[in-house]
């Protein structure tokens, strides 16, 4: 009897194997992307409401700039001892589960303490140290849930997830400030950051009852195709149990995949952190509406472009997809930073909404840059590599509403905000010389 169950259980491997995916690749997925909403949600629930934070709290630009990027740092400096602790200690599966808990808690405090601005920006660091435990431990789990050949579409469904949580968080904010329930005495705007915490409470139940960090942990195969290299990189030695550590100190791929990665990203910050507020700022939009169209604008296409991105990518190339978005990112940022130059006098709003649309299109394709974590490299270091690559791109985007606040100030223009933006995109693009679709350790 035992050996029939065991050939019942090797066959339902094999056909995974064959499929690139077991059925419960799907349920983790789902998960993980809820998971990832939530992380997003957090990041965007203050760029919407910039306009409403200045006013009410009388902020500089310059100060709202590090409340929000306050979020940006904690994310940034813990994405290598989050993924390094997830591969190590605690899987992914308690992980995630620690960073959502330190999400819940962290967006109550800040509720009830937004109008004391060093507790609020301490409060705001801690809820992106919480973040920083989602999207890096889960990359090379999922890798482990799904084939090679479905890697760029597995990340690119997950991504949409993301792309949700931002608009969820742009359009929903101004209404959550403006109206509805107000709670333990707090005002209407603490109250309207309380009720953003509510989501990062039903996550946090839901993944440790679903996620599990690797196949293996209940009797299955991991389907992340691992093996040795097929190549040697430099002259290292085919090794694919190389730490993180020898990996760090003796490659310099892990540079340029960071390089690459963060034209993406800190594009998207300068871009999009003060975009509610210039189109408030040029064309008299009202704050609800301002936020409604800056939210479908940056979330509507992702989730179309996302999954059909990591599709393609798996079937025409990965490097040719990432040179290509990131080429169209930097054309569609300079067209930005002109129209913020002419302004509203010679640029109609349908025109500009219209070229936001097409650059959330391009730079969302930021998925594909995930799967070389752990095609260049062995999934074991995924975790870790993925942190630094996402440490450094992060960095960047924490000094993008700093720096965009400072130039407002003293500028009163938002042209060299969106000029930094294209510069990203610039760095981001020469360095994708150095992608290879193999690994190189």
Same mark, same amino acid.
């Given at each position: 009897?035992?050996?029939?169950?065991?050939?019942?259980?090797?066959?339902g491997v094999e056909n /995974?194997?064959?499929? !690139?995916?077991?059925?419960?690749?799907?349920?983790?997925?789902?998960?993980?992307?809820?998971?990832?909403?939530?992380?997003?949600?957090?990041?965007?629930?203050?760029?919407?409401?910039?306009?409403?934070?200045?006013?009410?709290?009388?902020?500089? @630009?310059?100060?709202?700039?590090?409340?929000?990027?306050?979020?940006?740092?904690?994310?940034?400096?813990?994405?290598?001892?989050? !993924?390094?602790? #997830?591969?190590?200690?605690?899987?992914?599966?308690?992980?995630?589960?620690?960073?959502?808990?330190?999400?819940?808690?962290?967006?109550?405090?800040?509720?009830?303490?937004?109008?004391?601005?060093?507790?609020?920006?301490? /409060?705001?660091?801690?809820?992106?140290? &919480?973040?920083?435990?989602?999207?890096?431990?889960?990359?090379?789990?999922?890798?482990?849930?799904?084939?090679?050949?479905?890697?760029?579409?597995?990340?690119?469904?997950?991504?949409?997830?993301?792309?949700?949580?931002? &608009?969820?968080?742009?359009?929903?904010?101004?209404?959550?400030?403006? +109206?509805?329930?107000?709670?333990?005495?707090?005002?209407?705007?603490?109250? !309207?950051?309380?009720? #953003?915490?509510?989501?990062?409470?039903?996550?946090?139940?839901?993944v440790p009852l679903v996620?599990?960090?690797?196949?293996?942990?209940?009797?299955?195969?991991?389907?992340?195709?691992?093996?040795?290299?097929?190549?040697?990189?430099?002259?290292?030695?085919? @090794?694919?149990?190389?730490?993180?550590?020898?990996?760090?100190?003796?490659?310099?791929?892990?540079?340029?995949?960071?390089?690459?990665?963060? +034209?993406?990203?800190?594009?998207?910050?300068?871009?999009?952190?003060?975009?509610? /507020?210039?189109?408030?700022?040029?064309?008299?939009?009202?704050?609800?509406?301002?936020?409604?169209?800056?939210?479908?604008?940056?979330?509507?296409?992702?989730?179309?472009?996302?999954?059909?991105?990591?599709?393609?990518?798996?079937?025409? +190339?990965?490097?040719?997809?990432?040179?290509?978005?990131?080429?169209?990112?930097?054309? %569609?940022?300079?067209?930005?930073?002109?129209?913020?130059?002419?302004?509203?006098?010679?640029?109609?709003?349908?025109?500009?909404?219209?070229?936001?649309?097409?650059?959330?299109?391009?730079?969302?394709?930021?998925?594909?840059?995930?799967?070389?974590?752990?095609?260049?490299?062995?999934?074991?270091? +995924?975790?870790?590599?993925? !942190?630094?690559?996402?440490?450094? @791109?992060? %960095?960047?985007?924490?000094?993008?509403?700093?720096?965009?606040?400072?130039?407002?100030?003293?500028?009163?223009?938002?042209?060299?905000?969106?000029?930094?933006?294209?510069?990203?995109? /610039?760095?981001?693009?020469?360095?994708?010389?150095?992608?290879?679709?193999?690994?190189?350790?």
């Amino acid at each position: 009897m035992e050996s029939i169950v065991a050939s019942v259980h090797e066959d339902g491997v094999e056909n /995974a194997v064959r499929r !690139g995916f077991y059925p419960m690749s799907w349920a983790i997925l789902a998960v993980s992307w809820l998971t990832y909403f939530v992380d997003m949600f957090m990041r965007y629930n203050i760029p919407s409401v910039m306009p409403a934070l200045r006013a009410e709290y009388h902020w500089s @630009a310059t100060t709202v700039g590090w409340v929000d990027s306050a979020y940006i740092w904690g994310y940034a400096v813990t994405q290598v001892p989050w !993924g390094y602790v #997830s591969e190590r200690w605690l899987g992914a599966r308690w992980t995630v589960t620690m960073g959502i808990a330190l999400i819940a808690l962290a967006s109550s405090a800040f509720a009830f303490h937004i109008e004391n601005l060093t507790l609020a920006i301490i /409060a705001r660091a801690v809820i992106g140290v &919480g973040a920083a435990a989602v999207w890096v431990p889960l990359n090379p789990s999922l890798a482990r849930w799904f084939a090679p050949r479905l890697r760029a579409t597995q990340t690119g469904i997950m991504a949409t997830g993301g792309a949700l949580g931002l &608009g969820a968080g742009g359009a929903l904010m101004p209404m959550l400030i403006a +109206g509805g329930a107000t709670w333990f005495g707090l005002s209407q705007m603490q109250s !309207g950051f309380l009720h #953003s915490a509510i989501p990062a409470l039903i996550v946090m139940v839901l993944v440790p009852l679903v996620i599990r960090s690797r196949p293996e942990d209940i009797g299955l195969r991991s389907l992340d195709g691992s093996g040795p290299a097929p190549r040697a990189s430099r002259g290292m030695p085919n @090794a694919d149990g190389l730490s993180f550590g020898r990996i760090m100190r003796r490659s310099f791929y892990p540079y340029a995949l960071a390089s690459v990665y963060a +034209g993406y990203q800190a594009c998207k910050y300068f871009v999009w952190t003060w975009y509610v /507020a210039w189109l408030v700022h040029e064309y008299g939009t009202n704050l609800r509406d301002a936020g409604i169209l800056w939210a479908l604008s940056a979330t509507l296409p992702a989730i179309v472009c996302q999954p059909l991105s990591g599709f393609v990518s798996d079937r025409l +190339g990965h490097i040719r997809a990432v040179r290509f978005s990131l080429s169209v990112v930097l054309l %569609l940022t300079l067209c930005i930073t002109l129209v913020a130059f002419l302004g509203k006098n010679v640029v109609p709003l349908p025109f500009a909404l219209s070229l936001a649309v097409v650059f959330t299109v391009f730079v969302d394709m930021w998925v594909l840059v995930w799967p070389f974590t752990t095609i260049m490299f062995p999934t074991s270091a +995924g975790g870790p590599i993925g !942190g630094a690559m996402n440490t450094y @791109a992060q %960095l960047l985007g924490a000094l993008a509403p700093i720096v965009s606040g400072l130039l407002i100030d003293v500028t009163h223009s938002y042209v060299p905000v969106f000029a930094c933006g294209a510069l990203c995109a /610039a760095m981001g693009l020469l360095s994708t010389v150095w992608l290879r679709d193999h690994r190189v350790v």
